[in-house]
């Protein structure tokens, strides 16, 4: 395999900057050299396949979304993104390693769906990928998969308190799950919304005739997922689980979490863009020409977006600043208006829940940087380094360091980027859930094990560049 120099650029890392040159040896990092360092050769530009030049830009890992759903079957319908058309738009935005969920639904074998996600995902991904599992039914079998699971590198596990009928778990069988969890290290990821009730209040809302999108966040208030994360928490404590809540929305919910990490407990939370951009009033209450008061539809998804004028964004970035929010992924699970969408229109219980981002994480939090909202070290901290840390990629994936893999993104700081469709949008989407956003900042160039996939607005990846991913246990719980 060939080496690469990445010369002249600002490599920026959890800890801090520092300008440097990267060396890429195959699929590696083979060193990173002060500018002049001779010790490696007088002149390895001379020497080296292939110089980038990063002059003036930042050189960061390759990101890590640990949250996506490709191909997730939800509503009566599938998501919109194959693992070829989602991991080649993550790829566009900087993203080179998701971690993606393979299902498990009740009265299946906990085995029968991973395979049929492997089968999925095999030959024809773009980048590095891994899975999680859902546990859509907690029983004896389940459980003794669990610990056959970790063995095989999938070593995170998730749980529903929303969804009857489809994902949930009750109390008594999260706590199982909690106890294998402690026993075999890995970690229970939870998706805390008190389902029951929300089902009680989604049948009332209909009822009154409050059908369009915007009764979706009403119907979901932030008191169910306040009080299903305080549950979780408790449930974890109580078994010596730990516990990783998964799109975190309501800033009452985070403050409950912030608590139990100052008292020292092992539970981590998340948070998506969608979360910290967008609204209640603004997205859910849209209105077009083409969908009236349908337009909503685009934006729903579940935790909801939350009311602007309550101050969960404000208050979720400032989460963010102080690391009471360890990560940020985008939970994408894609869904087109037409034929997908519209299955909700006069009863928004059943539109498909998910909004597409897997392309634009990266952008949007680095607008986060530029707006003075967090520094350029936490931005790769949130997008790359932590992800990977927490789902056993440490030393591997989100780090540029020798012997990690050789995933970089040469990164714009003084470039825009233009987001909406037919602009910047490679999802398999008939629409942009991020129209018009505008960011001040820019990818350049995307590399995936030492293989440049994206260059000067040119995609240059294929199916099957990327591979499985088999994970160790969380460098957080060790």
């Known amino acids: ?51 980038i030049d990063a002059t003036g830009k930042y050189v960061i890992p ?81 459980l003794k998969a669990m610990d056959e699971l970790v063995t095989e590198g999938i070593t995170s596990f998730k749980l529903f308190m929303a969804y009857p009928g489809v994902f949930y778990s009750d109390d008594g069988q999260i706590l ?11 970690v229970i990821m939870m998706h805390a919304e008190n389902g029951i009730a929300i089902d009680v209040l989604v049948r009332e809302a209909l009822d009154r005739g409050d059908t369009s999108p915007y009764f979706h966040g009403t119907s979901r208030p932030w008191e169910t997922e306040e009080e299903a994360t305080h549950r979780a928490i408790m449930l974890a404590r109580l078994t010596g689980a730990p516990l990783y809540v998964v799109h975190m929305s309501a800033k009452q919910a985070v403050a409950t979490l912030a608590q139990a990490r100052d008292e020292g407990w092992n539970v981590f939370g998340e948070t998506c863009p969608q979360y910290l951009y967008l609204s209640l009033e603004e997205q859910l209450g849209a209105r077009s020409d083409e969908w009236g008061d349908f337009e909503g539809a685009k934006w729903v998804c579940s935790t909801p977006l939350r009311s602007r004028a309550e101050g969960h964004q404000d208050e979720l970035w400032r989460y963010l600043r102080t690391g009471d929010l360890s990560v940020v992924s985008t939970d994408h699970c894609p869904f087109c208006m037409k034929e997908q969408k519209e299955l909700g229109r006069g009863d928004f219980s059943k539109i498909p829940n998910g909004i597409g981002g897997v392309e634009h994480r990266l952008d949007l939090l680095y607008q986060g940087v530029v707006d003075g909202r967090i520094t350029r070290e936490r931005w790769v901290e949130l997008c790359c380094t932590t992800p990977a840390r927490m789902f056993g990629l440490d030393g591997r994936k989100g780090v540029l360091a020798p012997g990690a893999d050789a995933d970089v993104v040469v990164y714009d700081p003084a470039g825009r980027t233009s987001i909406g469709y037919g602009k910047t949008h490679h999802m398999n989407m008939d629409h942009s859930a991020w129209e018009g956003f505008e960011v001040a900042g820019h990818v350049d160039v995307v590399m995936s094990r030492g293989r440049v996939v994206v260059e000067d607005g040119t995609y240059h990846g294929s199916p099957g560049h990327g591979r499985f991913l088999r994970r160790g246990l969380s460098a957080y719980l060790r």
């Open 1 to 51: 395999m060939p080496h690469t120099l990445i010369r002249g650029g600002t490599v920026v890392g959890p800890t801090g900057s520092t300008l440097a040159d990267v060396l890429v040896d195959g699929e590696q990092v083979a060193a990173l050299l002060r500018p002049g360092d001779t010790s490696l050769g007088a002149d390895l530009a001379a020497t080296a396949e292939r110089v």
């Open 176 to 186: 199982r799950a909690m106890q294998k969890a402690r026993d075999n290290g890995s």
């Open 62 to 142: 390759g990101a890590v979304d640990c949250h996506t759903h490709m191909e997730l079957p939800f509503g009566g319908t599938n998501a919109s993104d194959t693992f070829e058309t989602g991991t080649r738009a993550a790829a566009w935005g900087g993203t080179t390693t998701i971690v993606d969920f393979a299902v498990q639904r009740t009265g299946e074998r906990v085995q029968d769906g991973l395979a049929a996600w492997h089968a999925k995902a095999d030959g024809q991904c773009a980048i590095d990928y891994g899975f999680h599992q859902i546990l859509g039914g907690v029983d004896d079998d389940s």
